[in-house]
């Protein structure tokens, strides 16, 4: 049974940072392409980026250079640096893993973690 936990998301002030983790069970980080969305209230789940099961990263248009994705395959481990966070970043943020090298959707995410909360007050 695939599981993906979350963690480390809270409240922050727009300006900071915030360090998501994933880990996970049943299933091989550094086989798949792993990902992170995002969902704000009222609104459709957004990508934000991922990495490849080979290396290569893939981000939002938002993140403008603010967010970096890496993966610690020994922890089997995937982390979310945010920078320079705005109140807009504001949503619930998931973790997911895909077969799909290239995936940017959240249909292309067969696993799915349970989310992690990020608020960002102005």
């Known amino acids: 049974q695939v599981q993906l936990a979350e963690s480390g998301g809270g409240l922050v002030q727009a300006g900071g940072s915030l360090r998501l983790s994933c880990g996970g069970s049943g299933v091989t980080f550094s086989d798949r392409t792993m990902g992170w969305f995002r969902q704000a209230p009222g609104k459709e789940r957004e990508f934000v980026a991922h990495?490849?099961?080979?290396?290569?990263?893939d981000y939002g248009d938002f993140v403008k250079g603010r967010f970096t994705i890496s993966r610690d395959s020994a922890k089997n481990t995937v982390y979310l640096q945010m920078n320079s966070l705005k109140p807009e970043d504001t949503a619930v943020y998931y973790c997911?893993?895909?077969?799909?090298?290239?995936?940017?959707?959240?249909?292309?995410?067969?696993?799915w973690g349970q989310g992690t909360q990020v608020t960002v007050s102005s």
């Open positions: 990495i490849s099961w080979n290396g290569p990263t």
């Open positions: 997911a893993a895909s077969t799909s090298r290239l995936a940017r959707t959240a249909r292309e995410y067969q696993y």
